[in-house]
């Protein structure tokens, strides 16, 4: 099969695209007010939990966590309603022709910004089980939410080969590998395992944000690299709608974003690396994400084979480091520094690779 290139248009300046991420921060800034009110009215409050990942009691996590029992939860809702807000504002921009385009464009918006939204409605769902179960049930079953994040994620995947004829991988330092019809699992698995990873690490005050706007602010500069504007524009307005929500999610956090926004951002995150052809450099840019989907494994799989004898005082890894008493801003800076070191080298490898 024959490969058809993303379109690239190189037609959104860079004082365009800074002006969409910044209208993205400022939207988001606004609405928090309102937004956390609503929530608060509501009573759209974290429920701890009682269950770890392997069903047994939560105690590290209760024990560090506790004090946060009934903070508003499901905040990605405002993140990727404000990214929709300013793709619909570039939009309005262009048909009143004080821009020639808008974001929103097939080749390069369309499928992450499908992902995202997908994504964040069956964060939404997940949230608000577990919401109305206090704590007692983790939200959507698995089996239904895997499913829905299978079908979700091979949406997309038969657009790319299908439609588009995608069927390659670029491997640093090799090149281009025909993969084939592989493409299709390839492209649900970083999909999928992108989600997931995130929905693990946003345990912490900050933390998933604050990766989240390296990762995005990397892929952003990737893409722009690459020729794709309009992507990069979308991966700026990621981060200034991401750093909207961070401002207020920093520790103390005023209110957390949920499946809602894990689940939608990771998903983008993954479609994103697909679009850039740089599967191969998300572990790095997502160097963090992959850690704390890792510990999980290595987790779960040593209770099972082991006799309950764990690896880590409890997992995901962020909790290990309470565990230890670093304090929660302690590891939650650590971890940045460690996922801006990453991404940038996995800046660097997209470039010279």
């Not at 800074?18 to 993205?24: C, D, E, K, S």
């Not at 990214?83 to 262009?94: G, N, T, Y």
Request: with cysteine; aromatic share 14%.
């Amino acid at each position: 099969m024959q490969i058809v290139s993303v379109p690239v248009r190189p037609d959104i300046t860079v004082i365009q695209m800074m002006g969409y991420a910044v209208f993205a921060f400022i939207f988001g800034l606004a609405l928090t007010p309102w937004f956390v009110s609503f929530l608060r009215r509501n009573k759209v409050g974290k429920q701890l939990r009682v269950e770890a990942v392997d069903g047994r009691e939560a105690t590290v996590f209760r024990t560090y966590h506790q004090h946060k029992f009934g903070t508003p939860t499901m905040g990605g809702l405002l993140i990727w309603g404000s990214i929709l807000a300013s793709v619909l504002f570039s939009r309005l921009l262009s048909l009143s022709a004080v821009v020639e385009h808008s974001l929103l464009q097939r080749g390069q918006v369309y499928v992450p910004l499908f992902v995202m939204v997908s994504l964040g409605l069956l964060g939404a769902f997940d949230d608000y089980l577990n919401m109305i179960g206090a704590g007692k049930k983790k939200g959507l079953d698995w089996l239904p939410k895997l499913v829905t994040l299978l079908l979700i994620s091979g949406a997309a995947a038969a657009w790319f080969y299908f439609k588009l004829g995608y069927d390659q991988i670029d491997v640093p330092f090799y090149g281009a590998m025909t993969v084939g019809i592989w493409y299709v699992p390839l492209f649900m698995f970083i999909i999928v395992g992108t989600a997931n990873a995130v929905n693990i690490t946003d345990g912490l005050d900050g933390l998933a944000g604050g990766l989240l706007t390296i990762a995005f602010g990397a892929f952003g500069v990737i893409a722009y690299i690459k020729g794709l504007d309009v992507l990069a524009a979308f991966c700026f307005v990621c981060v200034g709608s991401i750093a909207a929500f961070l401002w207020h999610n920093v520790p103390p956090a005023l209110f957390f974003m949920g499946d809602t926004g894990s689940l939608a951002l990771g998903g983008a995150l993954g479609a994103i690396a697909m679009l850039t052809d740089t599967m191969l450099i998300l572990p790095l840019v997502g160097f963090v994400f992959v850690i704390e989907m890792l510990s999980v494994i290595i987790q779960l799989t040593s209770k099972k084979f082991r006799g309950g004898k764990k690896v880590f005082r409890a997992a995901p890894i962020h909790h290990h480091f309470e565990a230890l008493e670093w304090g929660e801003s302690k590891v939650t800076m650590r971890l940045w520094i460690i996922g801006t070191f990453m991404a940038f080298a996995g800046v660097i490898l997209s470039v010279f690779g």
